[in-house]
């Protein structure tokens, strides 16, 4: 498959987007995340990461589509200390994937209350700008990693190659760790792994045996508060929350009631014997 010439692409870009219902904006930043795991699955195939795996919404996007919120930031993890992650992303990122490279964008910035760094990563195509996107990396984890077919839709009709199967974090582990985020002393602006972990359930793809043992594992590490963690839903969050849930079309609309589902999962963690 030859690929096409930038300003093609583009147009493709809006035609594609039009025809499957797909926001362009996020189809765009599908085409870059999709990218961006096809030069991390290179890197692995040569030997220049030993694994990686998506993390957060970028994750959820990649196996829900538009059943899951939509993201702007990436989230991945890479095995080794701080300064390891970033020099083997940066190899990894000089390998290019097809005819999209990657360079990043100023300095790396520490993220507060986490072993993660903010990074801007510019995403070109056939050497001109296609978009730049915000990069959260941090360390891989230990739970499992799964290969996932991509479902979001539109790619292949652009004449783009799709990385498949991509690795992201397993979802039990990544709803113990959303749990804990949400719950905890540094939960501000959480809000969206509320509904994220609800839209799981809803989907009924989770163990819950295993999610209970993730987050009894991930609660015992991070060690800021304790499992079964308390449910209040601060009044800051109750608007967000509700225009969520009427955008991805949850049953539940109200914060009441979402509060109400949101406590009912975690209770049903904590009787799992």
């Given at each position: ?8 692409l583009?147009?493709t ?25 096809g ?16 993390k ?10 538009e059943?899951?919120r939509?993201?702007?930031d990436?989230d ?7 300064a390891?992650?970033l020099?083997?992303f940066?190899?990894?990122l000089?390998l ?5 490279t ?7 910035l520490n ?6 760094v903010?990074l ?5 195509y056939r050497?001109?700008?296609w ?27 652009m004449?783009?190659r799709?990385p498949?199967p ?7 582990e ?23 972990i ?10 819950m045996?295993?999610?209970r043992?993730a987050?009894?594992e ?7 508060h304790?499992?079964p963690?308390?449910?209040q839903?601060?009044?800051?969050w109750?608007p967000?929350?509700?225009g ?22 975690v209770?049903?963690?904590?009787r799992?014997?």
């Amino acid at each position: 498959m030859n690929p096409p010439p930038v300003e093609r692409l583009e147009k493709t870009l809006a035609r594609v987007a039009k025809e499957q219902g797909v926001a362009q904006e996020r189809l765009r930043r599908w085409v870059s995340f999709l990218a961006l795991c096809g030069v991390l699955e290179r890197a692995v195939i040569e030997g220049v990461l030993d694994n990686y795996c998506l993390k957060g919404g970028v994750a959820m996007e990649l196996r829900f589509a538009e059943g899951a919120r939509a993201t702007k930031d990436m989230d991945i993890g890479v095995a080794g200390e701080r300064a390891e992650r970033l020099r083997a992303f940066g190899n990894a990122l000089a390998l290019g994937f097809d005819e999209f490279t990657f360079q990043l964008k100023g300095k790396p910035l520490n993220m507060d209350n986490a072993d993660a760094v903010r990074l801007e990563l510019a995403v070109r195509y056939r050497t001109r700008a296609w978009q730049t996107i915000d990069i959260d990396l941090g360390p891989a984890g230990h739970g499992a990693v799964d290969l996932v077919e991509p479902a979001v839709r539109g790619l292949t009709a652009m004449g783009l190659r799709v990385p498949s199967p991509v690795r992201c974090l397993n979802l039990s582990e990544q709803v113990a760790q959303k749990l804990h985020a949400c719950t905890g002393p540094h939960s501000k602006d959480r809000a969206r792994d509320v509904l994220d972990i609800l839209l799981i359930e809803l989907l009924g793809r989770l163990d819950m045996v295993a999610v209970r043992a993730a987050s009894i594992e991930v609660f015992s590490q991070r060690a800021t508060h304790d499992f079964p963690p308390a449910i209040q839903i601060p009044a800051e969050w109750k608007p967000e929350l509700e225009g969520m849930a009427r955008e991805l079309g949850y049953p539940a609309t109200s914060a009441g009631e979402i509060e109400s589902r949101f406590r009912a999962f975690v209770n049903g963690l904590a009787r799992i014997a």
